[in-house]
């Protein structure tokens, strides 16, 4: 058999195992961090009624978390691509976990603010330093499907995150706590016991993987190696600084912020939107109402960033998914009246924006590799993630000053302006073999 025939299938068999072993356990991690940074849209309620916290401010301080993210992000991706995955990811996450368990203790705008920064802090290079990692572990033909399974994480929160702070806010009055108090405890507690688990089951490199057979081993990291190498051969940033000044980077930093609009305005709003719809009153109930988009947006990711790497389609598949986010918002404000459709409206919006946004990734992993990667990656991620930031303050502001449903419209126009612009990315020239998708067809007929 052909050196190269044997070594592409050692190579697929090493990167079932870490489908196996790796994705599940980093899609956990991210189930615990959607559900430590959105939680607080359930506690919304409480504080107005308690502390007299207003909309507005509660919009603040729920967008203050990207602040302190964007501006941590590329050094910790950095730090992250230095000292390993291993240690980095548990250090982000123990410490998240700790500030997380502190909201329990908010009195009012201010701890709210202060807190919501840190959590931003502590978090950072979370998200960046995963799909990095995955770079890492992942050749390119199977990456949109890997973040795919990641990217779940934002569905399986919704469907069992939702109902758990929802059932967590019935404990009110238990041991003379609020049930606010006992949702960010627990959840807080969660996220430090994944973290610290995370540091003795996640492996940096496939080099270092006892768990994969030798010549497996060899063959992927072989692999992995010849991909970065066609990466720093082409025309895409080699270092660091030059990623950060590069103005493909930023296109795809402005890409991202639309996305994270639609994404943040939807969620950190989602259980107050559904209680209006359907007249319930918040708790276990009203959450289980709140998990239906994500159950559907959940079969979504299973199926398109699978189907994007299969046809290489994703510029297509992105554009469609996002123009059916912006049509499920608008669905959902118009046909409030109709809780039926209104749910469906929601559904559609979340199927769009979760399938989406590992088909993004697609672009900038392929682009860029090594320190040019951590610094790339970490800067579209920490801008993009301003429109989270944007997005609650933005709704806030249309709704109050235009009307009822001209928030949920405004978030419609980030995730137009985002399929337009990603669409628009067709014209680019391709940096590279592997952006072209040129190195998986000679591997193919190597193979």
Known sequence: MAPNIRRAELSQLATKKVFRRLIPFLLLMYVVAFLDRSNVAFAEQEWNAN?????????????????????????????????????????????WGIVATLF?????????????????????????????????WVPARDL????????????????????????????????????????FLI????????????????TDKPSDAKWLPEDERRALSETIAEEDTAKSEGHGPKKA??????????????????????????????????????????????????????????????????????TRK???????????????LIASGALSAHPVLAIGGLSLAAIGFVAAQPIFWTLPTEYMTGYAAAAGIALINSLG??????????????KSSIGPNAGTYSLAAGAILAAILF????????????????????RRVDG
């Not at 609009?261 to 708790?283: D, E, M, N, R, S």
């Not at 598949?317 to 912006?326: E, H, P, R, Y």
Request: proline share 3%.
């Open 144 to 183: 949109s499907r890997a973040r795919g399974y990641f990217y779940a994480g934002i569905a399986i929160a919704g469907i069992i995150g939702n109902p758990l702070s929802g059932s967590l806010l019935e404990l009110d009055g238990l041991l003379g706590m609020h049930g606010t108090q006992w949702m």
């Open 423 to 442: 669409a628009l990315t067709g014209v680019f020239r391709k940096a590279n073999t592997v952006e072209s998708g040129e190195a998986e067809t000679l």
């Open 104 to 136: 329990m203790f908010v009195q009012g705008p201010v701890s709210f603010y202060v807190l919501r920064l840190l959590l931003g802090i502590t978090e950072a290079g979370f998200f960046p330093g995963v799909i990095l990692y995955l770079t890492y």
């Open 241 to 310: 600084l030059r990623a950060l000044g590069n103005w493909r980077v930023w296109y795809f930093s402005l890409i991202y912020f639309c996305i994270q609009i639609a994404v943040y305005g939807f969620t950190f709003f989602l259980p107050t939107q559904v209680t209006g719809i359907t007249g319930q009153k918040l708790g276990f109930a009203a959450a289980l109402v709140t998990a239906i988009p994500w159950v559907f947006s959940l079969i979504a990711v299973a199926i398109f960033p699978k189907l994007a790497d299969r």
């Open 187 to 202: 959840e807080g507690v969660i996220a430090i016991i994944v973290g610290i688990w995370s540091f003795f089951f996640l």
């Open 51 to 95: 502390l007299g916290m207003s909309t507005a401010a509660y919009a603040l301080g729920a967008g203050l978390f990207f602040v302190g993210y964007a501006v941590f992000e590329v050094p910790s991706n950095l730090l992250m691509h230095r000292v390993g995955a291993r240690w980095w990811l548990a250090r982000i996450m123990v410490s």
């Open 314 to 328: 994703h510029r297509l598949l992105f554009t469609v998914l996002l123009a059916a986010t912006a049509v499920g």
């Open 385 to 398: 993630n301003l429109g989270g930031f944007l997005a609650p303050i933005m709704r806030n502001a249309f």
